[in-house]
């Protein structure tokens, strides 16, 4: 079966950096597009970032462009999210997704999830 699993998530002060990692099995990785969402207490999920299945396009949320770094390695099965410049309101649960389309930051278009994994920014 398909596995999603984040990791990396911790406590960071404004202005620091973390960097977020999501492995997949159970799947062709290399034939589906990441993405990563996010999540606040009494907020919807949103879209932070994608890249397509080849990891040669990226996009992002205007609220982190500029900040946040998508990227993989197809031969690890291995997404990762590159946090800079950290905002309190960064706070949140962050899902890495796996899904057939690129550009997308719709949860409804991601078939796979992880669990997660907490960000904390601390001001």
């Known amino acids: 079966q398909v596995q999603v699993v984040e990791s990396g998530g911790g406590l960071v002060q404004a202005g620091g950096s973390l960097r977020l990692s999501c492995t997949a099995s159970?799947?062709?990785?290399?034939?589906?597009?990441m993405g990563w969402f996010r999540q606040a207490p009494g907020k919807e999920r949103e879209g932070v970032s994608c890249?397509?299945?080849?990891?040669?396009?990226?996009y992002y949320a205007k609220s982190v462009k500029g900040r946040f770094t998508i990227s993989r390695d197809n031969a690890k099965n291995t997404l990762y999210l590159q946090l800079n410049s950290l905002k309190p309101e960064d706070t949140a649960m962050y899902y890495c997704?796996?899904?057939?389309?690129?550009?997308?930051?719709?949860?409804?278009?991601?078939?796979?999830w992880g669990q997660g994994t907490q960000v904390t920014v601390s001001s």
């Open positions: 997704a796996a899904g057939p389309f690129f550009p997308s930051l719709s949860t409804s278009q991601y078939n796979y």
């Open positions: 159970g799947l062709t990785f290399d034939s589906y597009a």
């Open positions: 890249i397509r299945w080849s990891g040669g396009s990226t």
